[in-house]
Every structure is written in structure tokens, then in C-alpha cells.
């Protein structure tokens, strides 16, 4: 954070082995700062990116391309998909009525 404080984070590598996976985290990381300035209030807080060189990289952080946002709890969209009640759950969780959620 700007204050030098540590906070939690999610991270995702692009897997460079995976054909056009380069391209797709490229194209991932112009929607999501895109989708950060645009949408801000409606989805999670991309911080951005970083590469990690050979060098850098370590047990946890392999290298290539990582990006990042502000980690803002366990529900993921997995989640609510694998319920039986997916909208209505979201629904409640988001504050908004059933509807919204379609």
C-alpha cells in the first residue's frame, strides 16, 4: 500500500507454456485496469502487474508475468456456480436484488 503496510493480495501468472496465454494476459491486463477506472465499484481492485525475471524468482513467485489485486475475500465466482441458489446467494452478498445479478 501507499503507506508501506502490507496487505493482501491475489495473485495470478500468466503460464507461459499454454499457446496464446501471453497474448490472453496481456489482453487481461488492459481489461482489468480498464474495467478498475470504468467500473471500479463493480469489481475487484486491480493494483496492476509485475514481471518476475529468473533472477527474482523464488519457491512462491516462479517468473514471468503476475498480475495482482486487492484480496477481498474467499468468494469467488466458482463459489456462487457451484450453489444451488447462485443468484440469489450473489444477490444477497452484493446487496442488490435478484434481478441485478442476471
Known amino acids: 500500500s501507499s503507506t508501506g503496510e502490507e496487505q493482501p493480495v491475489v495473485l495470478k501468472r500468466v503460464k507461459v507454456m499454454v499457446e ?3 497474448a ?3 489482453m487481461e491486463l488492459l481489461l482489468n485496469a480498464y474495467a478498475g477506472k470504468v467500473a471500479r465499484q463493480h469489481c475487484a481492485d486491480f493494483l496492476g502487474s509485475c514481471e518476475v525475471s529468473p533472477f527474482e524468482a523464488n ?4 517468473p514471468g508475468l503476475w498480475l495482482v489485486w486487492k484480496y ?3 468468494r ?3 463459489y456462487y456456480l457451484r450453489r444451488r441458489d ?3 446467494a450473489l ?3 452484493l446487496d442488490v436484488h ?3 445479478v442476471v
Open 24 to 26: 490472453m494476459g496481456q
Open 91 to 93: 444477490a444477497a452478498d
Open 98 to 100: 435478484e434481478s441485478a
Open 86 to 88: 447462485t443468484l440469489k
Open 59 to 62: 519457491s512462491r513467485l516462479t
Open 76 to 78: 469467488t465466482l466458482a
Open 20 to 22: 496464446g496465454a501471453v
Open 72 to 74: 477481498e475475500g474467499s
